[in-house]
T-cell receptor, first 116, second 116 residues
């Protein structure tokens, strides 16, 4: 399967701990996106990369959140000093720069974070 | 700012019948794209169909069609000949197409249940 992969699929942590999630995009995709989805809601945009450059960040991305894509391939999303409000599904997506005009975003299965 | 409204939290449809899922949007952008995604219980977002704001014809993809009414700012998804496998959450989304902004804005979703 050559789709977007995310690890881990589930993470349970205690409040105040740091967590890191990994996303591997589709291999030829140079754009990578992070979204957060809370229960009963649609995904909310957090940030996106084109290659290794972080080009857009949402106001949702507080200073406790940091995302990197050091070599323009996989990306990591770290949450420091987790809070119960961080409990959500974290979705990663990727897309081509050159492609159909709408550059559809292909989503991974998500990482479900539970903060106790 | 962009906003997507999906007013139907849940819908039921009999197998083999057609169903319409409502989506209205608000944006100040002149060029924008409208997307529909399906999210089964496994969690992965699956792209279904796209409509550009300047497209004169309604988009169709197999059993999916998008009823685009620009003056009313609506982009309803029509699923013909429903199948049991269509049971899932459905999200309407949009993004600006004429700037470097890549973030998708999602609605809160509609849960569709197909009954045998």
């Amino acid at each position: 399967d050559t789709g977007v992969s995310q690890n881990p699929r589930h993470k349970i942590t205690k409040r105040g701990q740091n967590v890191t999630f990994r996303c591997d995009p589709i291999s030829e995709h140079n754009r990578l996106y992070w979204y957060r989805q809370t229960l009963g809601q649609g995904p909310e945009f957090l940030t996106y990369f084109q290659n290794e450059a972080q080009l857009e960040k949402s106001r949702l991305l507080s200073d406790r959140f940091s995302a990197e894509r050091p070599k323009g391939s996989f990306s990591t999303l770290e949450i420091q000093r987790t809070e119960q409000g961080d409990s959500a599904m974290y979705l990663c997506a990727s897309s081509l720069v050159q492609g159909p005009p709408y550059n559809e975003q292909f989503f991974g299965p998500g990482t479900r974070l539970t903060v106790l | 700012a962009q906003k997507i409204t999906q007013t139907q939290p849940g819908m039921f449809v009999q197998e083999k019948e057609a169903v319409t899922l409502d989506c209205t949007y608000d944006t100040s952008d002149q060029s924008y794209g409208l997307f529909w995604y399906k999210q089964p219980s496994s969690g992965e977002m699956i792209f279904l169909i796209y409509q550009g704001s300047y497209d004169e014809q309604n988009a169709t993809e197999g059993r999916y069609s998008l009823n685009f009414q620009k003056a009313r700012k609506s982009a309803n998804l029509v699923i013909s000949a429903s199948q049991l496998g269509d049971s899932a959450m459905y999200f309407c989304a949009m993004r600006c197409m004429d700037t470097g902004r890549r973030a998708l804005t999602f609605g809160s979703g509609t849960r569709l249940q197909v009954q045998p």
